[in-house]
């Protein structure tokens, strides 16, 4: 089955709201150790919003950038234009896999993976753009992620599978699939990190960022019913996620 096109998110709401994602974005810089004259491949750029710290604590380092999104890259691009000469953008569907022109000594991601059905496919792609002795160091949705909303979800929509884009994986089977990709010095967490929003913040958050893929298949006069209706299920403004972590390297 050919995957549908990759959605295009809202750029500008999604870059206005109290994201966590910018803690996320942190503790991957901070785990992947950069250094001067590096070329780092981040999948799922987005706002450039943490290639724009990479390249402004690391001004020895260069960046090559992939998303799916237009409206992302577009504003990536505005985000980034200090670091042009040291920085390159695409547009890439990771569903379909990747390929980069040369090696590349790190490859970076935050809150992207569990977009991707097929992580092993993904990690073969990592394996094949890294120099011997590369770093893949990321953050994603995992196991146990958004439990509060789907149990919203049941309640709203009436059915006890609600149909979803996200893949959240555990840590055994990220790390089998790591290890299968020819990964050493692999390790994999699952780490509690909840978000609580205020009643305003809660619907255009739901709307953006969690719910976007599943309003895409609806009317659009039912969208706006529909996000209330689950924020309504949901009791409290608590979005619960759980991180899946890892670092791993080629040898």
Same mark, same amino acid.
């Given at each position: ?7 295009? $998110? ?13 803690? $996320? ?15 780092? #491949? ?7 919003? +943490?290639?724009?710290?990479?390249? %402004? ?31 390159? !953008? ?7 896999? /990747?390929?980069? +022109? ?12 569990? $977009? ?19 770093? /893949?160091?990321? +953050? ?47 390790? *994999? ?5 909840? #978000?609580?929003? +205020?009643?305003?913040? #809660?619907?255009?958050?739901? %709307?953006?960022?969690? !719910?976007?893929?599943? #309003? ?25 996620? *759980?991180?899946?972590? /890892? ?5």
């Amino acid at each position: 089955m050919t995957a549908s096109a990759p959605r295009d $998110w809202d750029a500008a709401t999604y870059g206005a709201l109290p994201l966590p994602h910018v803690g $996320w974005g942190r503790r991957v810089l901070d785990r992947l150790h950069p250094v001067a004259g590096e070329t780092i #491949l981040e999948l799922g750029c987005g706002t450039g919003r +943490d290639a724009a710290v990479l390249l %402004a604590e690391h001004p020895g380092c260069r960046l090559v950038a992939l998303d799916g999104s237009p409206q992302m890259l577009t504003a990536a691009a505005a985000a980034l234009a200090p670091y042009a000469d040291r920085v390159r !953008l695409r547009q890439a569907d990771l569903r379909e896999g /990747f390929e980069v +022109d040369e090696p590349v000594d790190g490859v970076m991601s935050v809150a992207t993976l569990h $977009w991707i059905p097929d992580h092993p496919g993904v990690f073969g792609a990592v394996a094949r753009a890294l120099r011997p002795g590369g770093r /893949f160091v990321a +953050d994603a949705g995992g196991e146990g992620q958004l439990q509060r909303v789907h149990r919203a979800r049941r309640q709203v929509e009436g059915t006890a599978a609600p149909q979803d884009a996200t893949h959240f994986a555990g840590v055994e089977a990220t790390r089998t699939a790591l290890v299968a990709a020819g990964f050493v010095d692999v390790d *994999v967490r699952l780490r509690p990190d909840p #978000l609580v929003l +205020d009643e305003t913040t #809660l619907r255009p958050y739901l %709307a953006t960022v969690i !719910l976007g893929e599943v #309003l895409r298949g609806l009317p659009e006069a039912a969208r706006d019913p529909y996000v209330d209706a689950v924020a309504r299920a949901m009791g409290e403004p608590v979005i619960d996620y *759980v991180r899946l972590e /890892f670092e791993a390297r080629h040898p």
